[in-house]
């Protein structure tokens, strides 16, 4: 078991592994969404003006399954797998910043937020980590 966990993190590496995780919960909070909708989500009334709460959760269920499938593409090609994951965190943040600006959902501000740094942020940053980095050097070991 072990040997085969090796084998995938290295077949993987660090990117895949990232596109793996995050392909893997995006497709699970969307499976929370499709399997027991919320009748009234609040805070996303921009979205549901426009579709049903089950049609956004198929949207973080495809860039899910889109995010995950990327992981096995060499570094370079995997781009479309960060591009996938942004989306469903991108358009609800937007959804909750609006609810809060129009007085809907004054919580939706901090919601928003959640979604730019820990969402957004995190994987605008993995998509530049590159696959493999040699640590610097102690300043002893550079004298």
């Known amino acids: 078991m072990r040997a085969a966990v090796r ?6 590496g660090r990117r895949g592994m990232a596109l793996v ?6 497709v699970a909070f969307g499976l929370g969404y499709a399997l027991q909708p919320d009748p009234r989500p609040v805070g ?3 979205l549901t003006r426009f579709a049903d709460i089950r049609c956004w959760s198929s949207v973080w269920i495809l860039c ?4 995950f499938g ?7 090609r995997d781009g ?3 591009i996938a994951a942004i989306f469903p965190p991108f ?7 609006w609810g809060a600006v129009t007085g809907e959902y004054p919580r939706g501000l901090a919601i928003a937020a959640w979604y730019a ?3 957004v942020g995190l994987i605008m940053w993995l998509a530049t980590v590159p696959e493999y980095s040699v640590p610097h050097p102690a300043r002893r070991a550079r004298r």
């Open 7 to 12: 084998r995938l993190r290295k077949q993987l």
């Open 91 to 97: 358009i609800w943040g937007t959804a909750f910043l």
């Open 80 to 82: 479309l797998g960060f």
């Open 70 to 76: 990327c992981a096995w593409l060499r570094v370079g």
């Open 44 to 46: 996303l009334g921009l």
């Open 64 to 67: 899910g399954i889109i995010t």
């Open 21 to 26: 995780l995050l392909g893997s919960a995006k």
């Open 117 to 119: 740094i820990g969402h």
